[in-house]
């Protein structure tokens, strides 16, 4: 590879004209939907919502506007994908991977007819917005990826809207840790309100402690599923890419993304990195005995981060890691206090949520309706008491539980195929092409959220992005493969 430059890849696939109005729409996705925050005053019409919440009204920042911008570049997107299909001038690819996201897809559908509160599972619960529409989006986008993105051009142009995003989200992030919260700030605050509630600006505040980052994605956990992609990704781009520029550029955004994981306080983002990066360094152990400086360098750069945010008392993220030690003894030692509260209060939620996977072998409870039958009233709860309980922590649960298990097997499937391509293409590959490179970059973040995604729910903050990246994995997966089984 020379200055970004794909060499000895003859493939016919990824030298195919690439549709600049799809890579846009899905620019726009990756770029623009994990940015949104405005305020959606809403009137819960709902008797259920109501007496799950006990609210009338509900002010929304950070998830109804995602997934209306969300929906409508989707669905723009998806009706110039069909005309280009009927056309012929798009040609879909011959792959194994879409049968497990049909069957993923169809369980959401049927769930969702079957659903006993199917506004929810259309639209989705309050602040979440994860229904039917949503979901399946995910996967047309998915879809549409696997069938679009294929050469480097394409490639690059979303690669670059991403890091342009999160760069902005890092800044934002940033202001978070010092105290200086951007949207505590004068013009912060006005630019996230509708006109006729700037007059309520100066009385604005979030109930995140101060000096916690929780950016644009809602919350401080959805922070560490989103700078653990950024940062796996960042880290073999910088390292394999030869544009020194682009090195440069991939190396501070993926040290801004590691320094928010911290400023999050999330020890799932923080686990998911360290798998990733442990991965990480496994797949490009060849690079690193080339020049031991490309492992060492990394390693004294999370260092000198950590040292400079302890020395500004920030031993958060530090001290949260302390508790895990012994929160692994209580899970057979501990209370049944202590055993609830493992994980701020995840032993508990995973406890009631594996039980009520006994009614979602076959169908899910409908997407989102997670909050609807968990367990409202129980005796036996010892935390969390008065806290309205809508997701389970962990998106693996989350799938089984609103679109059955069988969606769940799909799911996991779909991601295994996914591991098993992207060892055999990358495990012995040399970090010379650009597809390699995006390949395993892609594939490092892929490891990164699935990870987080035990302690972590999917969120319309986050999970457009992951489902594109890996569209475009499998995409660069097909594309390699093709390319070798020639040789």
Same mark, same amino acid.
């Given at each position: 590879?020379?200055?970004?430059?794909?060499?000895?890849?003859?493939?016919?696939?990824?030298?195919?004209?690439?549709?600049?109005?799809?890579?846009?729409?899905?620019?726009?996705?990756?770029?623009?939907?994990?940015?949104?925050?405005?305020?959606?005053?809403?009137?819960?019409?709902?008797?259920?919502?109501?007496?799950?919440?006990?609210?009338?009204?509900?002010?929304?920042?950070?998830?109804?506007?995602?997934?209306?911008?969300?929906?409508?570049?989707?669905?723009?997107?998806?009706?110039?994908?069909?005309?280009?299909?009927?056309?012929?001038?798009?040609?879909?690819?011959?792959?194994?991977?879409?049968?497990?996201?049909?069957?993923?897809?169809?369980?959401?559908?049927?769930?969702?007819?079957?659903?006993?509160?199917?506004?929810?599972?259309?639209?989705?619960?309050?602040?979440?917005?994860?229904?039917?529409?949503?979901?399946?989006?995910?996967?047309?986008?998915?879809?549409?990826?696997? %069938?679009?993105?294929?050469?480097?051009?394409?490639?690059?142009?979303?690669?670059?809207?991403?890091?342009?995003?999160?760069?902005?989200?890092?800044?934002?992030?940033?202001?978070?840790?010092?105290?200086?919260?951007?949207?505590?700030?004068?013009?912060?605050?006005?630019?996230?309100?509708?006109?006729?509630?700037?007059?309520?600006?100066?009385?604005?505040?979030?109930?995140?402690?101060?000096?916690?980052?929780?950016?644009?994605?809602?919350?401080?956990?959805?922070?560490?599923?989103?700078?653990?992609?950024?940062?796996?990704?960042?880290?073999?781009?910088?390292?394999?890419?030869?544009?020194?520029?682009?090195?440069?550029?991939?190396?501070?955004?993926?040290?801004? /993304?590691?320094?928010?994981?911290?400023?999050?306080?999330?020890? /799932?983002?923080?686990?998911?990195?360290?798998? /990733?990066?442990?991965?990480?360094?496994?797949?490009?152990?060849?690079?690193?005995?080339?020049?031991?400086?490309?492992?060492?360098?990394?390693?004294?750069?999370?260092?000198?981060?950590?040292?400079?945010?302890?020395?500004?008392?920030?031993?958060?993220?530090?001290?949260?890691?302390?508790?895990?030690?012994?929160?692994?003894?209580?899970?057979?030692?501990?209370?049944?206090?202590?055993?609830?509260?493992?994980?701020?209060?995840?032993?508990?939620?995973?406890?009631?949520?594996?039980?009520?996977?006994?009614?979602?072998?076959?169908?899910?409870?409908?997407?989102?309706?997670?909050?609807?039958?968990?367990?409202?009233?129980?005796?036996?709860?010892?935390?969390?008491?008065?806290?309205?309980?809508?997701?389970?922590?962990?998106?693996?649960?989350?799938? /089984?539980?609103?679109?059955?298990?069988?969606?769940?097997?799909?799911?996991?499937?779909?991601?295994?195929?996914?591991?098993?391509?992207?060892?055999?293409?990358?495990?012995?590959?040399?970090?010379?092409?650009?597809? %390699?490179?995006?390949?395993?970059?892609?594939?490092?973040?892929?490891?990164?959220?699935?990870?987080?995604?035990?302690?972590?729910?999917?969120?319309?903050?986050?999970?457009?992005?992951?489902?594109?990246?890996?569209?475009?994995?499998?995409?660069?997966?097909?594309?390699?493969?093709?390319?070798?089984?020639?040789?």
């Amino acid at each position: 590879m020379t200055n970004g430059k794909v060499v000895n890849l003859d493939s016919s696939r990824k030298f195919r004209d690439y549709d600049k109005f799809i890579i846009l729409m899905l620019s726009l996705v990756i770029f623009l939907v994990p940015l949104v925050v405005f305020l959606k005053p809403i009137k819960i019409d709902s008797e259920l919502l109501r007496s799950l919440t006990g609210l009338q009204y509900n002010f929304d920042f950070f998830s109804y506007y995602k997934m209306i911008v969300f929906i409508i570049i989707s669905l723009v997107m998806l009706l110039y994908f069909l005309y280009k299909l009927i056309r012929k001038e798009i040609i879909l690819e011959s792959t194994k991977f879409y049968i497990p996201i049909i069957i993923y897809g169809a369980f959401i559908i049927i769930s969702t007819i079957l659903s006993q509160h199917k506004d929810i599972a259309l639209f989705g619960y309050l602040e979440r917005y994860e229904g039917m529409i949503v979901l399946i989006f995910y996967l047309l986008n998915l879809l549409i990826v696997i %069938n679009s993105v294929s050469n480097d051009r394409s490639l690059k142009i979303i690669i670059i809207s991403l890091m342009s995003s999160a760069f902005i989200i890092c800044i934002i992030g940033i202001s978070q840790i010092l105290g200086h919260d951007f949207y505590q700030s004068y013009f912060g605050r006005r630019v996230i309100l509708p006109g006729e509630y700037k007059a309520y600006a100066d009385g604005l505040s979030f109930s995140f402690p101060k000096g916690t980052v929780y950016g644009t994605l809602y919350n401080p956990d959805y922070v560490g599923s989103y700078m653990g992609m950024i940062v796996g990704l960042a880290f073999i781009l910088c390292l394999c890419l030869k544009n020194k520029k682009y090195k440069a550029v991939t190396g501070i955004i993926g040290t801004l /993304a590691f320094i928010n994981i911290i400023g999050s306080n999330s020890r /799932a983002g923080l686990v998911g990195v360290v798998v /990733a990066l442990i991965t990480a360094v496994v797949f490009i152990r060849k690079k690193i005995k080339k020049n031991i400086l490309v492992g060492i360098i990394p390693l004294i750069l999370i260092v000198i981060i950590f040292g400079a945010l302890s020395t500004k008392g920030s031993t958060a993220i530090i001290n949260k890691f302390k508790t895990t030690a012994s929160e692994v003894t209580k899970i057979c030692k501990g209370s049944e206090y202590e055993k609830q509260s493992i994980g701020s209060g995840r032993g508990y939620i995973w406890g009631k949520s594996i039980k009520l996977l006994e009614d979602t072998v076959i169908m899910g409870y409908g997407p989102d309706n997670f909050a609807a039958f968990f367990p409202k009233n129980d005796p036996a709860r010892k935390v969390l008491k008065g806290v309205i309980i809508d997701k389970p922590h962990n998106m693996y649960l989350q799938i /089984a539980i609103n679109t059955g298990s069988i969606s769940l097997m799909a799911v996991l499937a779909l991601f295994i195929m996914y591991i098993i391509t992207s060892f055999k293409l990358y495990f012995r590959a040399e970090m010379d092409n650009l597809y %390699n490179i995006f390949g395993l970059g892609i594939f490092i973040a892929f490891l990164s959220y699935t990870v987080t995604a035990f302690f972590n729910d999917s969120v319309i903050s986050v999970a457009p992005v992951f489902w594109i990246l890996l569209g475009m994995g499998i995409s660069i997966n097909i594309t390699l493969k093709a390319d070798r089984d020639k040789l």
